[in-house]
């Protein structure tokens, strides 16, 4: 009679189970089903796709391989550009699928580069967390087997997924955090840690940051508060202003105010903020932040200003987030002197940077999962309900900031 263990080895040899853990026991094991329910986007003829789709489940094909049971995958606004395609081409776009959880959109050439060919299929979810069930033949792989993990692969909002070791956005989640605190420990946390790493290197001693009563805007208040970096927050509603000072923010200006402006200047003033994230990209706030810069500078530096050309220190915005549709506006009192308004992507900073920085990041954010960098979930949504009503789910994710939505693609934890 072959042994547990011997039984075991061999279903693991053969790829035809999944570990189920409870407590690091093994409680039973069951067979990886041949496909699974996955979102995707498909170019079919001139048309782009959205829906679920029943497509083969992920397997091992390198020793460093590792496939995952996903459990819980959040909606970042980095994701809008692929759920439902409705925040880049338009509600005007959507035309009724065929099936209850299908839309179908006109097939932008944008996008012709990543579906070459009728038929293409791509994934959609840029992370997630869940366990791993099938994994490569490699030593360390095989030790992840039932351990709970975290990847950022584009591809979590499926019932399965696929990374490897080699894959710079993975991390075993500690012990005590569940999937659903574990799932969100990339995209924010990274971002957070990006922001201020830059302000550091580019010389900038205090930052401004936009759409702050978001998940991520809370999440730097905490961590510039933990560092000692003033912070001013920007946010539209007064609602906001009470989150933000509930947590410690000092300086919160509300730009729905008419005296927006003037304390907008009044607390770049007192941090001597020069540097800026923005998660709007449109608009007039850009311009708004660099003229109180420029005014700020002039003020506290008058002998370290150009008559004709501006402040001699630098003044930066980034851009990394578009919520605000409208064209950006800047007007000639901005001036020509020393300042830039930029692009700014999160893995192109770790890309930048380098494996050291990004590998201490992701063990920082890791580590304050349940702390700085804890996440507040509100709906649970199925990954049909991902895929049906797409202008109603998106109108609501581009105004809710309390809560993030999170996609249960196994169904409730």
Same mark, same amino acid.
């Given at each position: 009679?072959?042994? +547990?263990?011997?039984?075991?080895?061999?279903?693991?040899?053969?790829?035809?189970?999944?570990?189920?853990?409870?407590?690091?026991?093994?409680?039973?094991?069951?067979?990886? +089903?041949?496909?699974?329910?996955?979102?995707?986007?498909?170019?079919?003829?001139?048309?782009?796709?959205?829906?679920?789709?029943?497509?083969?489940?992920?397997?091992?094909?390198?020793?460093?391989?590792?496939?995952?049971?996903?459990?819980?995958?959040?909606?970042?606004?980095?994701?809008?550009?692929?759920?439902?395609?409705?925040?880049?081409?338009?509600?005007?776009?959507?035309?009724?699928?065929?099936?209850?959880?299908?839309?179908?959109?006109?097939?932008?050439?944008?996008?012709?580069?990543?579906?070459?060919?009728?038929?293409?299929?791509?994934?959609?979810?840029?992370?997630?967390?869940?366990?791993?069930?099938?994994?490569?033949?490699?030593?360390?792989?095989?030790?992840?087997?039932?351990?709970?993990?975290?990847?950022?692969?584009?591809?979590?909002?499926?019932?399965?997924?696929?990374?490897?070791?080699?894959?710079?956005?993975?991390?075993?989640?500690?012990?005590?955090?569940?999937?659903?605190?574990?799932?969100?420990?990339?995209?924010? +946390?990274?971002?957070?840690?990006?922001?201020?790493?830059?302000?550091?290197?580019?010389?900038?001693?205090?930052?401004?940051?936009?759409?702050?009563?978001?998940?991520?805007?809370?999440?730097?208040?905490?961590?510039?508060?933990?560092?000692?970096?003033?912070?001013?927050?920007?946010?539209?509603?007064?609602?906001?202003?009470?989150?933000?000072?509930?947590?410690?923010?000092?300086?919160?200006?509300?730009?729905?105010?008419?005296?927006?402006?003037?304390?907008?200047?009044?607390?770049?003033?007192?941090?001597?903020?020069?540097?800026?994230?923005?998660?709007?990209?449109?608009?007039?706030?850009?311009?708004?932040?660099?003229?109180?810069?420029?005014?700020?500078?002039?003020?506290?530096?008058?002998?370290?200003?150009? +008559?004709?050309?501006?402040?001699?220190?630098?003044?930066?915005?980034?851009?990394?987030?578009?919520?605000?549709?409208?064209?950006?506006?800047?007007?000639?009192?901005?001036?020509?002197?020393?300042?830039?308004?930029?692009?700014?992507?999160?893995?192109?900073?770790?890309?930048?940077?380098?494996?050291?920085?990004?590998?201490?990041?992701?063990?920082?954010?890791?580590?304050?999962?349940?702390?700085?960098?804890?996440?507040?979930?509100?709906?649970?949504?199925?990954?049909?309900?991902?895929?049906?009503?797409?202008?109603?789910?998106?109108?609501?994710?581009?105004?809710?900031?309390?809560?993030?939505?999170?996609?249960?693609?196994?169904?409730?934890?």
């Amino acid at each position: 009679i072959n042994s +547990p263990v011997a039984i075991l080895a061999q279903a693991l040899a053969q790829g035809e189970f999944v570990l189920r853990s409870r407590e690091g026991h093994i409680v039973e094991m069951t067979d990886i +089903p041949a496909t699974m329910k996955a979102v995707v986007n498909k170019r079919q003829g001139d048309k782009l796709v959205y829906g679920v789709a029943e497509i083969p489940t992920p397997t091992v094909s390198d020793e460093k391989d590792l496939v995952i049971k996903v459990e819980a995958a959040p909606i970042n606004p980095s994701d809008l550009g692929s759920v439902g395609m409705l925040a880049r081409f338009g509600a005007d776009s959507i035309a009724a699928g065929e099936a209850a959880s299908t839309v179908t959109v006109p097939f932008p050439q944008a996008l012709a580069g990543m579906f070459k060919a009728d038929g293409d299929t791509k994934p959609v979810g840029n992370e997630g967390a869940g366990v791993v069930v099938a994994a490569g033949s490699a030593p360390e792989a095989q030790a992840l087997l039932g351990k709970r993990v975290a990847v950022a692969v584009g591809s979590s909002y499926a019932q399965y997924t696929k990374t490897s070791l080699n894959n710079p956005m993975f991390a075993v989640l500690p012990d005590d955090v569940s999937a659903l605190e574990g799932a969100s420990v990339f995209v924010n +946390p990274l971002t957070v840690l990006g922001f201020i790493h830059t302000t550091k290197q580019e010389g900038h001693k205090a930052i401004v940051h936009t759409a702050a009563a978001s998940q991520l805007g809370r999440m730097l208040v905490k961590q510039c508060k933990e560092e000692g970096i003033p912070l001013v927050n920007i946010v539209r509603k007064e609602e906001g202003v009470e989150v933000l000072k509930a947590i410690g923010a000092e300086f919160v200006v509300n730009s729905s105010l008419p005296s927006f402006k003037e304390d907008l200047l009044a607390a770049v003033k007192a941090t001597g903020a020069t540097i800026a994230f923005d998660a709007t990209g449109g608009g007039t706030l850009a311009m708004d932040i660099l003229t109180a810069f420029d005014t700020s500078l002039r003020q506290l530096y008058p002998d370290q200003v150009h +008559p004709a050309y501006g402040p001699a220190m630098v003044r930066t915005v980034y851009k990394y987030g578009g919520l605000d549709k409208r064209n950006s506006e800047f007007l000639p009192s901005v001036g020509v002197g020393n300042w830039s308004w930029a692009g700014w992507l999160m893995p192109f900073h770790f890309a930048k940077y380098g494996e050291e920085h990004r590998a201490a990041s992701i063990k920082q954010a890791a580590a304050g999962l349940k702390t700085i960098f804890s996440t507040s979930f509100g709906t649970n949504l199925s990954l049909e309900d991902l895929a049906k009503s797409p202008e109603e789910y998106l109108a609501t994710l581009q105004s809710q900031t309390d809560k993030k939505f999170v996609v249960l693609p196994n169904g409730p934890m």
